[in-house]
Nanobody
Framework: QVQLVESGGGLVQAGGSLRLSCAAS????????MGWFRQAPGKEREFVAA????????RYADSVKGRFTVSRDNAKNTGDLQMSSLKPEDTAVYYC?????????????????WGRGTQVTVSS
């Protein structure tokens, strides 16, 4: 089992920045890809970013490309999402996820490991 805990959410003005962190415990975190997702009120959960187990490969949703940066520190069992130039439409609950088994780094399902989320609110 893997437990994931997100932190770093909060309220920020448009144009501002936030850094989300995901702390993992349990199974060897460094072996599998991890991703970030978000869900806004009344909308489906959507992919934001992902990073391979080595950190060498990353993927981003078009909506955040150039503004968000995903990273990880396997020695510390943590993953981060640096968010810059935030927009009101980035407002959502952000979740980190870790794959149960290796596949495309941006492919996740409910069977993978998920955190409980952290709220990000961007005011205009």
């Amino acid at each position: 089992q893997v437990q994931l805990v997100e932190s770093g959410g909060g309220l920020v003005q448009a144009g501002g920045s936030l850094r989300l962190s995901c702390a993992a415990s349990g199974r060897t975190f460094s072996t599998y890809a991890m991703g970030w997702f978000r869900q806004a009120p009344g909308k489906e959960r959507e992919f934001v970013a992902a990073i391979s187990w080595s950190g060498k490969s990353t993927r981003y949703a078009d909506s955040v490309k150039g503004r968000f940066t995903v990273s990880r520190d396997n020695a510390k069992n943590t993953g981060d999402l640096q968010m810059s130039s935030l927009k009101p439409e980035d407002t959502a609950v952000y979740y980190c996820a870790a794959q149960r088994y290796n596949r495309a780094i941006d492919s996740y399902s409910d069977d993978d490991y998920w955190g409980r989320g952290t709220q990000v609110t961007v005011s205009s």
